[in-house]
């Protein structure tokens, strides 16, 4: 089994992704722990399922508290992920795209300008659906991260075991 986990914070997942990294935890060797207000699975060797109080951020506050620098993070909380890259986390929302130091700001910019857009009756009807087209989108984009975070980590175990 991998050490680094893949953190999912499970409220507002797509049921369709938490599938997918569900048995990708299974297929890969990685754990998923899911972190919720409610149950939304049960457990097995590579998935864990954290309830928490229904109180705002607890979710968050697990992950942030718990993940550690080589984890990955799925989260739609664009403050939560600068949080998360500030302390050295790859985090990734259900789009597949990763934050980053260098783009975590410009989201939060865009972000707070389409509700300010929408709050003044300027756009927002965008549809915040999530089908096979999101889901392939983030695949793509997930799993050469997963793979790069596998190699890390089977390269940082032989480093100190030389053969």
Same mark, same amino acid.
């Given at each position: 089994?991998? =050490? ?16 997918? &990294? ?14 919720? =207000? ?11 399922? +954290? ?12 992950? &942030?508290?718990?993940?550690?620098? !080589?984890? +990955? ?14 302390? $050295? ?13 260098? !783009? ?8 707070? &300008?389409?509700? !300010?857009?929408?709050? +003044? $009756?300027?756009?927002? !009807?965008?549809? =915040?659906?999530? $089908?096979?087209?999101? &889901? ?17 980590? +089977? ?5 100190? =075991?030389?053969?």
């Amino acid at each position: 089994m991998l =050490n680094f986990k893949t953190w999912i914070d499970a409220d507002s997942c797509p049921s369709q992704l938490r599938e997918f &990294l569900v048995d990708e935890a299974e297929k890969s060797g990685f754990v998923a722990v899911l972190v919720a =207000n409610r149950k939304i699975l049960g457990e097995s060797s590579n998935v864990r399922m +954290i309830v928490c109080e229904q109180k705002k951020d607890e979710a968050d506050n697990i992950i &942030l508290e718990q993940s550690e620098k !080589n984890d +990955i993070v799925v989260t739609r909380d664009l403050l939560f992920a600068k949080r998360l890259v500030e302390k $050295g986390v790859t985090v990734f929302n259900d789009r597949g795209t990763k934050f980053t130091k260098d !783009n975590i700001d410009d989201r939060i910019m865009e972000r707070n &300008l389409s509700m !300010n857009l929408s709050a +003044i $009756g300027l756009g927002g !009807n965008k549809k =915040n659906q999530y $089908g096979q087209k999101e &889901l392939k989108k983030f695949i793509a984009e997930f799993k050469p991260e997963l793979q790069k975070h596998i190699v890390a980590e +089977i390269y940082s175990k032989n480093a100190g =075991n030389p053969m």
